[in-house]
């Protein structure tokens, strides 16, 4: 098994989907970084050699931003948004949609599903 990154890559799966679990890594990003150093993209994980995962490492540390790090730069985007009181800062801090998506009736994702009391019925009594 292939770890990388923190990540333990799943081994029966193809190095080109494989790569995307890591945080930050998407399919044409893997596919970039496979053609830079030559791999098969239908290669599978437990094929792969150990200098092939020592190169893929270190494009991955050397030349993107992945994982922790983006988490944390990511966070720290959010809050300065919100330190300087941005209409999306505003939005982040409520808890609804941030790019102009319509809350009337849609925006369960960011607004979590509300049960209603009207037409609730009442225990019988015994």
């Given at each position: 098994m292939a770890r990388i990154a923190g990540i333990d890559l799943p081994k029966n799966k193809r190095i080109e989907t494989a790569l995307t679990y890591i945080y930050g890594i998407g399919l044409s990003r893997s596919?970039?970084?496979?053609?830079?150093?030559?791999?098969?993209?239908?290669?599978?994980?437990?094929?792969?050699n150990d200098n092939e995962i020592t190169n893929i490492r270190s494009i991955l540390e050397n030349e993107y931003v992945i994982e922790g790090d983006l988490r944390r730069l990511e966070s720290i985007n959010i809050k300065r948004l919100m330190e300087i009181n941005s209409y999306r800062g505003k939005r982040h801090r409520i808890g609804l949609p941030l790019r102009g998506q319509r809350t009337r009736t849609n925006g369960r994702t960011r607004r979590g599903i509300k049960k209603t009391m009207a037409g609730k019925k009442k225990a019988p009594k015994k």
């Open positions: 596919q970039k970084i496979l053609d830079k150093i030559n791999i098969n993209h239908n290669k599978h994980v437990v094929d792969l």
